[in-house]
């Protein structure tokens, strides 16, 4: 019935464990994060080696990652860098299809990025972005996301394999972005028929602001309202599942049992 799709975010070179077990090609942390993912619900995970290794290492980095993940944890993961050669490696290695996050509306990385979830079975974030970056409204933000659209009916990539991210900007410095973001997400349900999905980097709306898991909380049930299909957010924070899984019963997308919590983390 559509429930929202939970991207754990915690495998993050950014987080000082992750980034000390790359370095350290020590995978405890990883594989523990891995399991605690799934436990806490998330259906993929994120993979993100960030700043912690090197551009030129990353190729490697992944392929590294995906293995020790899968070593643990069958989730299929979602591979997350402005390394393409880095996510084809990780690609190659992964037993369930995966997700490739990500690629803005630019044409040199379209080319190089479509082809490619097609050829490994990939679903594909989208960013509706250029060089010049992310725009403040959402007609801007739409006619980027028409170009995604136009491109995975150029390169064959099924549509509904197409997640849409309005890119949400942490609220204490771009407050005016969030209504821009969720009419986005209301506007890109209209774009084709099936529909692209349309997917949030959650914890970004909240950064560097006190009350994040508030803010993440109340926007996750706002944007879910517009019609958000998936989040890469924090699968372990409690009370923001309970929200996902509350918000699908409300939006009647899940159907009511008194054990409706308990259902959602368990499917």
């Known amino acids: 019935m559509g429930e929202l799709i939970i991207i754990g975010e915690r495998i993050n070179g950014m987080f000082t464990d992750i980034g000390d077990a790359l370095r350290n090609k020590d995978p405890k942390a990883i594989q523990a994060w891995a399991v605690k993912q799934y436990e806490g619900g998330a259906h993929y995970l994120d993979v993100n080696s960030g700043p912690a290794i090197p551009t030129d290492e990353r190729p490697e980095a992944y392929a590294w990652m995906v293995n020790v993940i899968q070593e643990v ?3 299929p993961l979602c591979l997350d860098s402005t390394n393409y050669n880095a996510i084809e490696e990780g690609l190659k290695l992964c037993k369930r299809p995966a997700m490739i996050n990500s690629c803005p509306a630019e044409r040199s990385k379209i080319e190089r990025v479509f082809p490619m979830a097609v050829q490994y079975n990939a679903s594909l974030i ?6 010049k970056g992310i725009p403040k409204d959402s007609e ?3 006619a980027f996301a028409m170009e995604l659209v136009a491109a995975a009916d150029e390169f064959g990539l099924p549509i509904e394999d197409l997640y849409i991210d309005p890119l949400i900007l942490p609220v204490n410095v771009a407050q005016e972005h969030a209504p821009e973001v969720l009419e986005t997400i209301k506007m890109v349900k209209t774009l084709a028929n099936p529909a692209p999905r349309t997917v949030l980097g959650l914890s970004n709306v909240s950064q560097k602001s006190p009350n994040r898991h508030l803010i993440n909380r109340t926007f996750l049930a706002m944007a879910m309202s517009a019609g958000l299909d998936a989040a890469i957010m924090d699968a372990n ?3 923001l599942v309970d929200v996902a899984a509350t918000a699908q019963i409300l939006l009647n997308k899940s159907i009511y049992a008194d054990s409706y919590l308990k259902v959602f983390r368990s499917r």
Do not use: A, S, W
């Open 140 to 142: 801007n933000r739409i």
């Open 126 to 131: 989208g960013l509706t972005m250029d060089k």
């Open 237 to 239: 924070d409690d009370d």
């Open 73 to 75: 944890c069958d989730l």
